[in-house]
Structure formats: C-alpha cells, structure tokens
C-alpha cells in the first residue's frame, strides 16, 4: 500500500460576528492506509481558525479534531479571509512510503452585518431655572460601520426648547424638537452645541429622549435604530 493524500482548499461563507463550521461545508478527513494523523493550524489573515487539539493521535482522534475546527471571524470585520490547516498521516510502519502531509487552505468570505449606533455619556445633568444648558455630555453618539455614511439624530423634549446643532442638517420639528443628520464625524462636531432652554420660571426634572438611526447604509439587515432617554433638572433659583 501507499500512503495517499489531498491537498486542496474549500470556502466558507458566513456572517459577520459568527463563527463557521469547517464540517459544516462537508469537508472530513480520510486517508485509506493511515492509522496516526496531526493537524496543525498555520494561521489565518485575519481571524482565527480554533481547532480542538493539534497533537498526534489515533486517525480517528484526528477525524473529530479536524470535525470539531471552527473560524472565529475578527471583531467588527467583513471581507475575505484565508485560513492554512496542515494534516500529517502516517502508518507506523505499515506501508513503504513515509508520512504523507495534506495542506488544507480554507478561503473564507465574512459578510458585513448593520451593526447598530450606540449613545453613551452622561444620563442626566443639572442646570437652574431659566439658564439654557447644553447638551453635548449627554450626546456621545458612536457607530463602529458607518464610515462616513450619514446618521439621522431625532432629540424631543417634553417640555422647554431644543436648539443649535449646527453645521449639521436641522430639519425644522419646533422647538420642542430637533433632528440633526450627518457623517458620525459631523455630528460629533454639532452635538456638543445642542442646547436646551427650560420654561420661563419652570423647575423640575424632564427626559429628553435621543434617537439615534444609521439609516442602514452598511451591511446585511434593517437600519439599526437606537433609542434612550437622558434627564436634565431645573434647580429653582430664590426669587
């Protein structure tokens, strides 16, 4: 007998931030005359290619090594990947032919999936009665996709007035609102100069609710739409 070998590559196909299945794409390991076997990762461009053991083990060991390997897509990314696995086969003994070493390249394309915006900052802030405050420590708006795509930002308040924002697109709500539209590095320029002015002799506390849209410019599904609420207190001021 003589020890045999393929070497060959396969594709993959999956989305962005999910793992895939080397088995998943029907691809096993078989070599007719070999009882012992290794499986090595050599590595990958940009992700990662896990497989349960790279040790020697009996060919059957290595049959659920190689069942078990999975790619783990980086972080945030979409593109095309391509992974090296190395399988070493041999008899101990059994055959003429020394052992026999299969490469395996694994060319994988990752789909960009819409990752939503996010809005951090502070979830409230002071100011007192009949002094407008702005808003900007409130505003943290972040998108780790959208490039220089344009996000639309709806702001409302129940009560008192909202405004400023430039050099942002404003799209006229009255002054109870404000919608602001713009590259995410435009609108980290406006947000800051957003501005709230209470009602004339009026304290309390009221919530300002911030939507936040990517308008889904990037990747696979809807828009990704984010929604929260910030509170800003009036003081009294003695009179």
Do not use: K
């Not at 999956?14 to 390991?29: I, R």
């Not at 009665?129 to 702005?134: A, I, K, Q, S």
């Not at 435009?186 to 800051?192: E, K, Q, S, T, W």
């Amino acid at each position: 007998a003589v020890n045999g070998s393929v070497v060959t590559w396969v594709l993959l196909s999956t989305l962005e931030g999910t793992n895939a299945s080397l088995a998943a794409a029907g691809v096993g390991l078989e070599d007719v005359d070999s009882s012992m076997a290794t499986i090595e990762v050599e590595g990958c461009t940009r992700g990662s290619l896990e497989v349960r053991t790279t040790q020697r083990g009996t060919l059957g060991e290595a049959q659920e090594a190689f069942a078990s390997a999975l790619y783990v897509p980086s972080r945030h990314w979409s593109g095309w990947d391509t992974c090296t696995l190395m399988v070493m086969t041999w008899d101990a003994g059994n055959t003429s032919r020394p052992a026999a070493v299969a490469g395996l390249d694994i060319r994988v394309h990752v789909l960009a999936v819409n990752d939503p915006p996010t809005i951090g900052g502070s979830s409230s802030l002071h100011t007192i009665e009949d002094r407008p405050v702005r808003l900007g420590e409130l505003l943290v708006v972040d998108d780790v996709d959208a490039g220089e795509h344009q996000l639309a930002v709806a702001l409302e308040v129940p009560l008192g007035s909202l405004t400023g924002g430039l050099p942002c697109s404003i799209l006229p709500l009255g002054g109870a609102a404000l919608h602001l539209q713009g590259s995410l590095s435009l609108l980290r320029a406006c947000l800051p100069d957003v501005t709230y002015t209470p009602p004339v002799g009026w304290f309390g506390s009221t919530a300002l609710r911030v939507n936040v849209s990517d308008q889904g410019y990037t990747g696979l599904g809807l828009p990704g739409i984010t929604v929260t609420e910030r509170i800003v207190t009036v003081q009294p001021v003695n009179h």
